[in-house]
């Protein structure tokens, strides 16, 4: 008779020793013991020197008598299995493991070499992050924190992060944001996600997007089974008097503060035609407002949203102003979309870390999300500053573009010199990024992309201790 008897998780650990989650199984209990004994350590889930527990315990456990377990550990230790000392309790012992051929070698690749400096778009300074009164804003948060903020919540998000939120935003990027209104996700990629399923509910077949941007947000959208035809950029802006002719587009994805990555701002006749555009066809756009807290020379640019808080979804986060991997994101949504982000939120990640939220709600509430935004402002104009008067002195043929906001800049090369110029910082250990793997085209736009040979350029990412190395070597590598 097969007797099959397992020890609860919901049972309290044994007073010494392992804690045991054991099956026996065969003709017999002592047998059966060993047998689930040895299969743990022939397994590795129970360690060379783990304690075992006493045999009082263990049999308690498994409602088996002691005898059972006596037995049991008596023939492991035999078997070498186990040892047994006395005051030092039964352990498992440690086994010298067959030795083993060594398998074939793998055939030699090259070494890659970790940059030894970093100008890639994408991040900030990540030194710069503010520690301390992050950990500040953290214990304040906890020690506030209601008690319902450990459970499931709200998938909209906690209502502290909302309501901070929807009057940051109206106070900085002009953005009309009630906080019944504002969905935190786990950052612009996550928002966007949420956002193409939306679409697709919708039978919208096709969101444009500019001509430069990340390739990562078009798969995702194509992925996702909409069309991405592209919008022509030039030093104005997105070409959004355009949206007109393309075909069943119902959405248009678009960096209008700052373009990603060359840095134009979209200029206000470009702006009314995209908002016109929206109300006419009753299409959405999607702004990604990723840095448009980092200006410089230039009066500020509020939000496209404000125009139109019923044609434009917003989108913000964290990741250039404090650190890509804090994961806090919004969404300002027209009213009608809530309920269906909300759904569609649902279906996947329904909420991002309660402790998190509550933790930016304190930290936007105090003022000190503003001072940093203020610090690394400071800091990164200063970069940008010894970037161009370096440049000036040390490569003058170099036009630099792009540089009134956000934390990139964009340098024009001479025609035909991009290839070689990467390859060369390659060479030198400094990672940066060519303005061609950027952009986007596809056969039947009506136009093509301008040759064009530049680099883009993150001032902001190095850390302090960094950037002058990396300064010297992006000089040395121009033509």
Same mark, same amino acid.
């Given at each position: ?157 906690? =209502?502290?992060?909302?309501? $901070?939120?929807? %009057?940051? !935003? *109206? #106070?900085? /990027?002009? &953005?009309? +944001? ?54 022509? =950029?030039?030093?104005?802006? $997105?070409?959004? %008097?355009? !949206? *007109? #002719?393309? /075909?069943? &587009?119902? +959405? ?228």
């Amino acid at each position: 008779m097969t007797d099959s008897r397992t020890n609860s998780a919901a049972d309290p650990p044994p007073a010494s020793g392992a804690d045991l989650h054991l099956e026996l199984r065969g003709p017999g209990l002592r047998a059966g013991l060993a047998g689930a004994l040895r299969e743990a350590m022939r397994t590795g889930r129970l360690a060379p020197g783990t304690r075992l527990p006493a045999s009082r315990s263990l049999a308690a456990d498994l409602g088996v008598s002691r005898n059972t377990v006596v037995e049991a550990y008596a023939e492991l230790v035999a078997e070498g299995w186990l040892t047994a000392q006395q005051g030092s309790g039964t352990r498992v012992a440690t086994r010298v493991e067959p030795h083993r051929a060594a398998p074939d070698a793998p055939p030699t690749r090259p070494t890659r070499h970790r940059p030894r400096y970093g100008l890639l778009t994408g991040s900030p300074d990540l030194a710069g992050f503010p520690r301390t009164q992050w950990v500040t804003a953290a214990r304040r948060a906890l020690a506030a924190a209601p008690h319902d903020a450990f459970g499931y919540g709200d998938a909209r998000g906690r =209502v502290e992060l909302r309501t $901070a939120l929807a %009057d940051y !935003l *109206a #106070r900085a /990027r002009g &953005v009309y +944001a009630e906080p019944e209104r504002v969905v935190i996700c786990s950052g612009f990629h996550h928002g966007l996600a949420l956002m193409a399923q939306v679409l697709r509910a919708r039978r919208v077949r096709a969101v444009a997007v500019e001509a430069y941007g990340l390739d990562l947000y078009r798969d995702l959208l194509t992925n996702a089974g909409l069309h991405t035809p592209p919008l022509y =950029v030039d030093e104005h802006g $997105a070409r959004t %008097d355009d !949206l *007109a #002719r393309l /075909r069943e &587009v119902g +959405a248009v994805l678009m960096t209008p503060a700052h373009q990603y990555p060359t840095g134009v701002a979209l200029c206000p006749e470009r702006r009314t035609a995209a908002v016109d555009w929206a109300r006419a066809t009753g299409g959405l756009i999607l702004e990604d407002d990723y840095d448009g807290e980092f200006r410089y020379d230039r009066q500020p640019v509020g939000a496209l949203q404000g125009l139109d808080p019923q044609r434009v979804v917003y989108f913000g986060s964290v990741s250039k102003s404090l650190a890509p991997g804090v994961r806090l994101g919004w969404m300002v949504l027209p009213e009608e979309l809530v309920p269906e982000i909300v759904t569609a939120k649902g279906h996947g990640d329904y909420m991002t870390s309660a402790l998190e939220q509550l933790t930016l709600a304190e930290f936007i509430a105090s003022g000190a999300y503003d001072r940093h935004v203020r610090a690394m402002r400071l800091r990164y104009g200063r970069r940008r500053d010894q970037l161009v008067a370096v440049l000036r002195q040390r490569a003058p043929g170099i036009r630099v573009a792009g540089m009134a906001a956000g934390l990139q800049t964009v340098l024009e090369l001479p025609r035909g010199t991009e290839s070689s110029v990467l390859r060369a910082a390659a060479r030198q250990g400094l990672a940066v990024s060519g303005l061609a793997q950027f952009g986007y085209e596809v056969a039947d736009c009506g136009w093509q992309l301008p040759e064009r040979d530049a680099l883009v350029v993150n001032y902001a990412a190095p850390s302090d201790s960094a950037w002058a190395g990396a300064l010297d070597a992006l000089c040395r590598v121009m033509p």
